[in-house]
Nanobody, 116 residues
């Protein structure tokens, strides 16, 4: 059974930092692209950042220069370092993992709240 488990969310003041982690289990070397998505209150889930297994990165324009995504392929873990946080970064952050064979897996989400 494939599972993605996020951690690292919390409450932080504007300008602060948080580091999210997501560990994928039960999928081994068939894990391809991993990414982070934000579902802000009242909005649709949107891409924040993603990375292929080979390290090709993509960021939403709103987080460029502030957030950094990285991954450890041995541990099937993806990280999101979030600096200079803004209130508009508030929401639930979901980890997504794509199997190279097609299926897509989501974590349960971790809440990030940035106070002004």
């Amino acid at each position: 059974q494939v599972q993605l488990v996020e951690s690292g969310g919390g409450l932080v003041q504007a300008g602060g930092s948080l580091r999210l982690s997501c560990v994928a289990s039960g999928i081994g070397s068939s894990l391809g692209t991993m990414g982070w998505y934000l579902q802000a209150p009242g909005k649709q889930r949107e891409l924040v950042a993603r990375t292929t297994r080979g390290g090709v990165l993509r960021y939403a324009d709103s987080v460029k220069g502030r957030f950094t995504i990285s991954r450890d392929n041995v541990r099937n873990t993806v990280y999101l370092q979030m600096n200079y946080l803004k209130p508009e970064d508030t929401g639930v952050y979901y980890c997504k993992g794509d199997s190279i064979y097609g299926p897509v897996y989501w974590g349960q989400g971790t809440q990030v709240t940035v106070s002004s």
